[in-house]
């Protein structure tokens, strides 16, 4: 059973710029959820696709968004990078919808100078 | 108020005890409840899922919940040095969109 996998592992942009991060969930996962982990703190909800359709969005501006593929593989874009989006941001892949465990990649740890 | 409140940390305990570690809940309709660790630099691993009121063991593991009391705890039996980590609880809202994290409780388990 393969398990979920992100890309890249680190990330280094500047202020302004554009970045895609890629996941691929766990083998008969359909449902992908990502989240943003600062440090110190706890991961913070951005979105969920289900069957490649957005099933519920946290309180992220319109400059995150995100797309699911057939195979159910996810990118997570951002726009106009800014300083505080520096964190560690996760995917999570799971069967069915959000009440069912989530099971998390290793991460893309992303600097923004 | 935080929709998900853990005590920081960090939580000491000898190795070979129990550790206990609380998570409080703000939005009563929530249905399903979660606990990870996170190792340091590292991404959070499943421990625990819970949906009903009650108890829910799983080898030295055992989480707890009450829903009246919007309240649910993991408690960790006998202790390894290899449990020290970053405990996060997770509670799905009530329309099953999300889930809420706390922001955790790091434990430390002294040989």
């Known amino acids: 059973e393969t398990g979920v996998t992100q890309s890249p592992t680190h990330l280094i942009k500047t202020r302004g710029q554009q970045v895609t991060l890629r996941c691929s969930s766990q083998?008969?996962?359909?449902?992908v959820s990502w989240y943003q982990q600062a440090l110190g703190q706890g991961p913070q909800f951005i979105f969920q696709?289900?069957?490649?359709?957005?099933?519920g969005r946290g309180n992220f501006p319109p400059r995150f968004s995100g797309l699911q593929f057939p195979n159910y593989s996810s990118e997570l874009n951002v726009n106009a990078l800014e300083l505080d989006d520096s964190a560690l941001y996760l995917c999570a892949s799971s069967l069915g919808l959000s009440d069912q465990p989530q099971h998390f990649g290793d991460g893309t740890r992303l600097s923004i100078l | 108020q935080k929709e998900v409140e853990q005590n920081s940390g960090p939580l000491s305990v000898p190795e070979g005890a129990i550790a206990s570690l609380n998570c409080t809940y703000s939005?009563?309709?929530?249905?399903?409840f979660f606990w990870y660790r996170q190792y340091s630099g590292k991404s959070p691993e499943l421990i625990m899922f819970i949906y009903s009121n009650g108890d829910k063991e799983d080898g030295r593991f055992t989480a707890q919940l009450n829903k009246a009391s919007q309240y649910v705890s993991l408690l960790i039996r006998d202790s390894q040095p290899s449990d020290s980590a970053t405990y996060l609880c997770?509670?799905?809202?009530?329309?099953?969109?999300?889930?809420?994290f706390g922001a955790g409780t790091r434990l430390t388990v002294k040989p």
């Open positions: 696709y289900y069957r490649e359709e957005e099933n």
């Open positions: 083998s008969g996962h359909n449902t």
């Open positions: 997770a509670v799905t809202s009530h329309n099953n969109n999300d889930m809420r």
């Open positions: 939005d009563r309709g929530s249905q399903s």
